[in-house]
């Protein structure tokens, strides 16, 4: 199955508070995801980051 999405040791910081901390993880092409936290986790963020609304601060995607 080939990769849809790679994240590597993804961060991301806003105003010297880390939002996203060291995330990674792949989505191989045809699978489903979801990403489930509570309240500040990060979820937003890490789907901006993936739709390149927003760069991280460190990592890759």
């Known amino acids: 199955m080939s990769v849809a ?12 508070v880390p939002v996203v901390n060291d995330l990674s993880f792949t ?3 045809g699978e489903m ?8 986790a990060g979820k937003s963020t890490t789907i901006r980051m993936l739709t390149t609304l927003t760069k991280p601060t460190q990592g890759q995607i």
Not at 5 to 16: M, T
């Open 27 to 29: 989505i191989n092409a």
């Open 5 to 16: 999405v790679h994240l590597e040791n993804v961060y991301k910081i806003y105003n010297n």
């Open 33 to 40: 995801f979801g990403l489930l936290g509570p309240n500040g």
